[in-house]
């Protein structure tokens, strides 16, 4: 499913309107009745309640004076507020704003805040709110005046139906600019919009929905979107039935590198997760000294002492004996719990340089590469990484805020550079790929805040490597089930309070229902 900026909309509407022949009055039509329709059908008991429309004098407050057309010939009764002097509406937006007159439809014009204060007493009497302020071209804070507008629309606490976008939100971050505008129901156009499906903007945007505005396939094809929602359909692609006759020798052999004093857990967790999403054989090569305890955690995964620091920790006197590991793996998963020593990372550091299977690199493995990134620059094989916001701070020597305010373009960057499949985790996880494409996942929730959870979407990745999953196929199944994994949890009156384990092994289940 496509995800847009607000860009590629601007463009796919322009050549709708100048190759296809198309005109723009008719996709506001189409777009003005389309959010009627859904309108009507959200708020069942329009008729009994007062409607005020908020717009705009542009084509948002355009597909706002639609929507009073529409609502006043089904008997509703309906008021805009035009944020502007009537004169200044210009081109399809006029059109429609004069058609207005004609259905006696009330129409005030608000051009300032002193007209405003005197009409905020009669707009407390709403019921319910259109919010046509403001599209998805946005481009600066929103101040003044319709900053006032949008935070006494807030203040009223009643329903607000935003059209396109709530006003404010940035539509390519999801980022409210100054002030944004909370809807109930947002309709938007053609596609939803990145900004619909990222944080904090879901939570702005409310219920979406989306209006077939009447723009052809190969429009949007033409311009070429690079963002995309993970489905349950998209991700179903990625697997293949396996063969009657299939043995463990033939569903993948994994090898992880991790452990350190005090956190074995991590790499236990990660070696049984790629079980639970299929893999035959998993390897955990630990040091010598965690040997007994990773022997007891993961049963069913074989493990290699390997030599040790006097701390307990990996380092290069390891080396040869990993890369002489790898000559049957499938796959290698660096990094859970393994220790950010000086020399650790030197082991860490070749490793990635001289793979020749796919990593998964996470936690520690990430930590490690620090202020060494350069080294991702020509790899032998694919690498994955599997950041939270903390941890692609520090690869990019930013901050999580900096990060957070635009996931997708630190995601997308990072990867485009260093040529890597970037898993951006948190709420709405970004999985970022070199060609530049993105994908956004909405499964998981909050009861995901918990210790262990990224072990676990490591192991899930690498797992799936490892039995024959391209990168891209990997890291959407991964993060799509390891999200699914725990919103089956919550579904079970446990909203929270379930651990990494209880989604490690839900993660079979979930395989089960998408594929069948």
């Known amino acids: 499913m496509y995800l847009v900026t ?13 190759s296809f022949g198309l005109p723009g009055i008719v996709l506001m039509e189409n777009a003005g009745r389309g959010a009627a329709h859904i309108l009507v059908e959200k708020f069942t008991d329009l008729k009994n309640k007062r409607v005020g429309i908020v717009a705009g004098r542009g084509n948002n407050g355009g597909d706002g004076f639609v929507i009073a057309r529409y609502l006043a010939q089904k008997g509703i009764q309906v008021t805009v507020y035009l944020l502007s002097k009537g004169s200044l509406v210009k081109g399809d937006a006029a059109i429609n704003f004069k058609l207005l007159a004609s259905l006696k439809v009330p129409v005030i014009e608000m051009p300032d805040q002193d007209t405003f204060q005197k009409h905020k007493t009669s707009m407390r009497h709403q019921g319910i709110w259109v919010d046509a302020i403001l599209g998805t071209g946005l481009q600066s804070d929103v101040k003044g005046y319709f900053k006032e507008i949008i935070e006494f629309i807030n203040g009223l606490n009643k329903p607000v139906f935003a059209v396109d976008i709530p006003s404010g939100l940035n539509s390519d971050t999801g980022q409210p600019r100054g002030v944004c505008i909370r809807a109930h129901t947002t309709a938007t156009f053609a596609f939803a919009k990145t900004g619909h499906i990222l944080f904090p903007g879901a939570d702005y945007t409310g219920n979406l929905e989306i209006v077939d505005i009447g723009i052809p396939p190969f429009i949007a094809e033409k311009v ?220 998981g929730n909050p009861g995901m805040a918990s210790g262990g959870m990224g072990d676990v979407l490591t192991g899930i990745i690498a797992g799936l490597i490892a039995q024959g999953h391209s990168p891209e196929s990997a890291t959407h199944a991964g993060v799509y089930l390891h999200g699914a994994a725990a919103d089956a949890l919550a579904k079970t009156n446990r909203p929270f309070g379930f651990i990494a384990s209880d989604v490690m092994n839900t993660v079979p289940e979930q395989i089960g229902q998408l594929i069948n």
């Open 224 to 443: 070429g979107p690079l963002h995309f929602l993970l489905t349950p359909d998209l991700v179903r692609r990625g697997f293949q039935p396996r063969s009657p006759e299939a043995h463990k020798g033939n569903t993948g052999h994994l090898l992880v590198i991790g452990g350190s004093p005090g956190k074995t857990g991590a790499a236990a967790m990660t070696a049984m997760s790629a079980m639970r999403a299929g893999a035959g054989l998993v390897t955990l090569g630990i040091p010598r000294s965690l040997n007994p305890i990773l022997e007891t955690q993961a049963l069913e995964a074989m493990t290699y002492p390997l030599s040790e620091t006097l701390d307990g920790l990996l380092d290069e006197s390891s080396l040869t004996a990993i890369m002489e590991l790898l000559a049957d793996k499938k796959c290698l998963a660096i990094g859970p719990g393994l220790g950010t020593a000086v020399k650790t990372k030197n082991l860490v550091c070749r490793l990635i340089q001289e793979s020749p299977v796919p990593l998964v690199v996470d936690a520690d493995g990430l930590n490690n590469l620090v202020g060494d990134t350069q080294i991702l620059q020509n790899l032998k094989s694919s690498i994955i990484l599997t950041p939270h916001p903390g941890e692609m701070a520090r690869l990019i020597e930013s901050t999580v805020a900096d990060v957070q305010n635009d996931r997708i373009s630190c995601a997308r960057d990072f990867a485009v550079k260093f040529m890597a499949h970037v898993v951006l985790k948190g709420a709405r996880t970004v999985i970022a790929h070199p060609d530049g494409k993105v994908f956004i996942n909405r499964t």
């Open 6 to 18: 607000a860009s590629e909309m601007r463009e796919m509407d322009r050549l709708t309107i100048e």
